[in-house]
């Protein structure tokens, strides 16, 4: 409750502080004060209505406050300011980041690929999103490049382990991974993924 008083007076001094607001409505949710969570959701759908990143926490947010029809709305708002950031060769890497959740909100795979592809580029040394992209290119049959892809995202993975052993083992990861199985077969993924 006072967590969420010191959350509400920090939204009410800056408004637009679209990580506090989304704060705040999580505090509103966990009270099941759920019109107060719903009424800064709306507000801030309104302010943030050029700002990707902000609106799919808004769509989220929505949809864990069993509102479809607003999340859908706020979709509907994301879909074209994604396809601008996808577009731009400009964009950075949270952008592209709120462009790909869009698209995921939305099933759309070839553009959540094409973010991604984006993604790795913005952040090559990123095992998670070599892993994502993987995923995604096995989720369509793409052998050859999901796999190159997986090999990457291990070869990272392993190289961050030597740097920080407490991290994340995507190549035991991948080994269990059932988006994997169309991949199973092939030498190249098993090596990928064998244990050093």
Same mark, same amino acid.
């Given at each position: 409750?006072?967590?969420?008083?010191?959350?509400?007076?920090?939204? +009410?001094? *800056?408004?637009?502080?679209?990580?506090?607001?989304?704060? !705040?409505?999580?505090?509103?949710?966990? !009270?099941?004060?759920?019109?107060?969570?719903?009424?800064?959701?709306?507000?801030?759908?309104?302010?943030? #209505?050029?700002?990707?990143?902000?609106?799919?926490?808004?769509?989220?947010?929505?949809?864990? !406050? &069993?509102?479809?029809?607003? #999340?859908?709305?706020?979709?509907?708002?994301?879909?074209?300011?994604?396809?601008?950031?996808?577009? *731009?060769?400009?964009?950075? &890497?949270?952008?592209?980041?709120?462009?790909?959740?869009?698209?995921?909100?939305?099933?759309?795979?070839?553009?959540?690929?094409?973010?991604?592809? +984006?993604?790795?580029?913005?952040?090559?040394?990123?095992?998670?999103?070599?892993?994502?992209? &993987?995923? !995604?290119?096995?989720?369509?049959?793409?052998?050859?490049?999901?796999?190159?892809?997986? #090999?990457?995202?291990?070869? +990272?993975?392993?190289?961050?382990?030597?740097?920080?052993?407490?991290?994340?083992?995507?190549?035991?990861?991948?080994?269990?991974? &059932?988006?994997?199985?169309?991949? +199973?077969?092939?030498?190249?993924?098993?090596?990928?993924?064998?244990?050093?």
């Amino acid at each position: 409750q006072n967590q969420v008083a010191q959350m509400d007076a920090a939204y +009410r001094a *800056n408004p637009t502080n679209s990580t506090n607001a989304i704060q !705040l409505v999580a505090g509103y949710a966990q !009270l099941r004060q759920t019109n107060q969570a719903i009424a800064i959701l709306d507000s801030l759908a309104q302010t943030a #209505s050029n700002d990707v990143v902000t609106l799919v926490s808004v769509a989220q947010a929505y949809l864990q !406050l &069993g509102q479809p029809a607003k #999340s859908q709305l706020a979709v509907t708002r994301m879909l074209p300011l994604s396809d601008q950031i996808l577009a *731009n060769p400009e964009s950075d &890497g949270p952008r592209l980041q709120g462009a790909l959740q869009t698209y995921q909100l939305v099933s759309n795979v070839p553009k959540m690929e094409a973010a991604l592809q +984006r993604l790795v580029k913005v952040n090559p040394a990123s095992p998670e999103l070599w892993y994502d992209l &993987g995923a !995604l290119l096995a989720y369509q049959t793409n052998v050859n490049p999901a796999i190159a892809a997986v #090999s990457n995202a291990v070869q +990272r993975s392993n190289a961050r382990l030597k740097q920080t052993p407490t991290a994340q083992n995507l190549r035991t990861m991948a080994a269990t991974d &059932g988006r994997f199985n169309v991949l +199973r077969p092939h030498a190249d993924f098993q090596k990928a993924v064998a244990p050093q």
